[in-house]
């Protein structure tokens, strides 16, 4: 039996839609890591150091700052506390431009802020092997954000 040219019609309407799912997912992912992955992909020029944190809020945890070069000492700044921060902990940092507020730096620093687009990856794995039955398409992007994910938890 022959496909009418209206059933053919709307299964492109919904691979289409399907598809702008997908793209939605993978765009909001790489919007929300871009935030904090910016600032360690393009750190050339911005005040890197080492931050000490001496305490940790619900939210934050904060510490002194101490330059590496080219940059100001300050007694006060401070991080996510989602980045695995304890008291007397040390690590590299750069600090956000016109802020107290720093990114960690370094591998772990950097699969921190590419975290939501693992997520992303994660759940647009799911719509592509269910919506579009593209299941290797699917396989890859579920164990690219899989990977992400947990190289960011063992960094960390």
């Known amino acids: 039996m022959k ?10 309407a919904r691979g289409a839609g399907v598809l702008c ?5 993978l765009v909001a992912g790489v919007w929300s890591s871009w935030d904090s992955a910016h600032h360690i992909v393009l750190s050339k020029g911005r005040e890197h150091g080492t931050m000490t944190v001496t305490g940790c809020g619900e939210e934050v945890c904060t510490g ?10 300050r007694s006060r700044v401070s991080i996510e506390q989602s980045v695995a ?5 040390r690590f590299s940092v750069v600090v956000r ?8 730096t370094g591998t772990a620093g950097f699969l921190h802020a590419w975290v939501p687009l693992g997520g992303a990856l994660v759940l647009a794995a ?26 960011s938890f063992i960094a960390l």
């Open 126 to 151: 799911l719509v592509i092997g269910g919506g579009l039955r593209w299941t290797r398409v699917a396989w890859g992007a579920g164990a690219a954000g899989g990977a992400l994910l947990l190289a």
């Open 64 to 73: 002194p700052f101490a330059p590496s070069e080219g940059a100001a000492a």
């Open 21 to 25: 799912v997908v793209a939605l997912l």
């Open 85 to 89: 921060a304890r008291k007397g902990d």
């Open 97 to 104: 431009p016109g802020t107290d507020e720093v990114v960690r």
């Open 3 to 12: 496909r009418s040219s209206s059933l053919r019609v709307l299964s492109y």
